[in-house]
Structures are given as structure tokens and as C-alpha cells.
């Protein structure tokens, strides 16, 4: 079996699960880090046995010793970091949400195609064994008529942002917010299962920096809605529901799929829950490795397709809701 070696950009707490998960395959490898600062390079190396650090990024992705790039950047950072390493040759795994806006997104899957590289937006939730279970027994259930996610967590960002300060995850420099960083997690297993919707409405919170807090928003499809909430200045501890003629699939966290239950309407409960084997993370990572293994350059479950219909809903939801963005612009020559 081939081993995968990547270079990581970014020394913030998910690149750290992601090596931690990708520990757990014989496949993966990490050859490189890229940083902004030496010192915070090379202390986070120190950390997993890293053996290179870079702080020039045309430098690491030009090193032939790396086959793929993960990136963990502000969201901001992604297209353009993308580019650059598929324009190496490199394969690119890119967190979610995997850019700005559906423009950026087409960018980097026309240099996908151009460049014969594989580009897949790292969303675990999708590749979990729980999901694959969540699609086999949804006919159980009857004809689905809503789907309901929420995933809202108080950030302490935001005791900073009332402070007067302006940190990375309310900056919409940095293209981020509720919508963006948790609200995806709502959005990419509803397009995984049901497809674009026909209507959008949403509705945000804004906050001093202009970035969103929370949002609502309901999605329209053919004789059935979805409902999704999304905070960065709350919590909730609501689990995620498929409602059904037939009866209701409850999902623990939507985020991160583990346990899944239907309740059927004369009161029996079929429990579908798996124990977990490995990381959460660590199945978008094998998912990666296989496809480069099978020579493929996109993956069938978190597809471009998905990816783009998630990016267009999101387009959207910022636009009802007034959230804008510097990489919105289009810069002109």
C-alpha cells in the first residue's frame, strides 16, 4: 500500500486532530508543515516529529518529497492556497467550508482539472460510517416531509469581540461567522441526501465586526422543508431529526454523526448505532488516500457537486442576510 505524505498549512488545534487521526492509517504520512512565524513552525512540529518547516508556501508545495497539501487556514485563505499547490502538482484536502463563495470554488476545480489533481472539501460528518447507516435505513421511515439540524456553540471569541477586539472567527476578513464555520455542518448532509433545494430564505445576526452570530434558515424541496439553525453565541443541545411518514431518525450530533435511532409511529425504536472504531476525522483522510490510490481525481460523496450546491446555499443565505465578504470582490486589473 502506497503512503500518502502530506504537508500541512496551518499549527491551529484541528491540524492537530487531523494528524492524530491520520496516525491511526499506514498510509499517511507527514513530511512538511507551512507557517506564517519559524518559531510557531517549528514548535508545532516539535509536536508530532515534523520534519520540515516552511514559511514560504511556493517553497514547500515545490518540494517533490510531498504528495498532498491539507489546509487548515482561515476560510479566506483557501482558494488561493489551494491554487497554489495544485498548480505544484499537489493534491489538495481542504477543510470546510473548502471557500469563500461558489466563484472561488469554480476556480479551484477548474485548476483541479487542469492541473489532473484530486481537490476534496474535508467534511468528516458525510464519510462517517453513522452517515452511510443514515442513507441505508432513511426508507425505513417512510416519505421524509423535514430535516431538521442545529449545531450552535458559544464561542469565546465572542467575549473577546465584545471587548472591543476583532478576532479571526468574527472577522469577515477572514471569511468567517456562524454561517460559515458551523452552519455548513447543517447544510453539506442535507445536500448529501436531498439534493439543491428549490427556495432559501434565511435570516442572520449581525454583529459589530459584520460578521453573522446566528442564523435561521428553511429550505424548500418538493413537499418537504428543512429547518437549520446555526450560533456562535449560544449553545443547544437538540440532536438532528429526519421526520418521516413512517417515523423520525434521530441523530446525535450532526456535526459528527454517531448515534442514530428511528422512532416509528406505534412506539418501537430501532437502534442503528455502530460503536466508533477510529477518529471521526480519520474517514475523510482514508477516503483521500483511497481515491489517489484508485487514481480517481473527486470523490462521489463529498463531490463537487455537493460542494458546490452547498457553497451556492451559503451565497445565498449571506446575501438575505447582508454578510459580505473582501473576498467577494472581484479584483480588477
Known amino acids: 500500500?502506497?503512503?500518502?505524505?502530506?504537508?500541512?498549512?496551518?499549527?491551529?488545534?484541528?491540524t492537530e486532530r487531523f494528524i492524530q487521526a491520520g496516525m491511526e492509517s499506514d498510509q499517511f504520512?507527514?513530511?512538511?508543515?507551512?507557517?506564517?512565524?519559524?518559531?510557531?513552525?517549528?514548535?508545532?512540529?516539535?509536536?508530532?516529529?515534523?520534519?520540515?518547516?516552511?514559511?514560504?508556501?511556493?517553497?514547500m508545495v515545490a518540494n517533490d518529497l510531498l504528495d498532498a497539501v491539507y489546509i487548515a487556514s482561515p476560510n479566506s485563505l483557501h482558494a488561493q492556497q489551494a491554487i497554489c499547490c495544485m498548480n505544484y502538482g499537489k493534491h489538495v484536502l481542504c477543510e470546510k467550508p473548502i471557500s469563500s463563495n461558489v466563484r472561488e470554488l469554480r476556480m479551484m476545480i477548474e485548476t483541479a482539472q487542469t492541473k489532473d489533481v484530486l481537490l476534496m472539501e474535508a467534511m468528516k460528518s458525510t464519510l462517517m460510517p453513522s452517515f452511510t447507516i443514515m442513507k441505508n435505513n432513511l426508507y425505513k421511515i417512510g416519505r421524509v416531509r423535514r430535516y431538521f439540524a442545529s449545531f450552535c456553540r458559544y464561542s469565546s471569541s465572542y467575549d473577546e469581540l465584545q471587548q472591543g477586539a476583532i478576532p479571526n472567527t468574527f472577522?469577515?476578513?477572514?471569511?468567517?461567522?456562524?454561517?460559515?464555520?458551523?452552519?455548513?455542518?447543517?447544510?453539506y448532509p442535507l445536500v448529501s441526501l436531498f439534493g439543491k433545494p428549490n427556495t432559501i430564505e434565511s435570516i442572520s445576526?449581525?454583529?459589530?465586526?459584520?460578521?453573522?452570530?446566528?442564523?435561521?434558515?428553511?429550505?424548500?424541496?418538493?413537499?418537504?422543508?428543512?429547518?437549520?439553525?446555526?450560533?456562535?453565541?449560544?449553545?443547544?443541545?437538540l440532536p438532528a431529526e429526519i421526520q418521516g411518514e413512517n417515523g423520525t431518525m434521530i441523530i446525535d450530533r450532526i456535526s459528527s454523526p454517531q448515534n442514530v435511532k428511528i422512532h416509528y409511529r406505534d412506539g418501537t425504536i430501532e437502534d442503528l448505532t455502530i460503536p466508533p472504531v477510529h477518529n471521526p476525522m480519520y474517514y475523510e483522510i482514508q477516503?483521500?488516500?483511497?481515491?489517489?490510490?484508485?487514481?480517481?481525481?473527486?470523490?462521489?460523496?463529498?463531490s463537487f457537486t455537493n460542494s458546490?450546491?452547498?457553497?451556492?446555499?451559503?451565497d445565498e443565505a449571506r446575501r438575505q442576510g447582508g454578510i459580505h465578504y473582501p473576498a467577494d470582490m472581484i479584483k480588477k486589473c
Request: aromatic share 10%; charged share 20%; glycine share 10%.
Open 1 to 14: 500500500m502506497p503512503v500518502i505524505r502530506f504537508g500541512i498549512i496551518g499549527t491551529n488545534w484541528i
Open 29 to 59: 504520512e507527514i513530511g512538511a508543515v507551512y507557517s506564517r512565524t519559524e518559531e510557531q513552525g517549528r514548535t508545532f512540529a516539535s509536536k508530532f516529529d515534523i520534519p520540515l518547516v516552511f514559511t514560504d508556501l511556493e517553497e
Open 171 to 187: 472577522n469577515p476578513t477572514y471569511s468567517s461567522g456562524s454561517l460559515m464555520d458551523l452552519g455548513v455542518y447543517c447544510i
Open 205 to 237: 445576526v449581525l454583529l459589530s465586526s459584520g460578521t453573522d452570530g446566528e442564523g435561521s434558515m428553511v429550505l424548500g424541496y418538493n413537499k418537504m422543508d428543512a429547518i437549520i439553525s446555526h450560533s456562535k453565541i449560544t449553545d443547544s443541545y
Open 287 to 302: 477516503e483521500f488516500i483511497d481515491l489517489l490510490e484508485c487514481g480517481k481525481r473527486k470523490s462521489s460523496i463529498n
Open 308 to 314: 458546490l450546491m452547498v457553497a451556492e446555499i451559503m
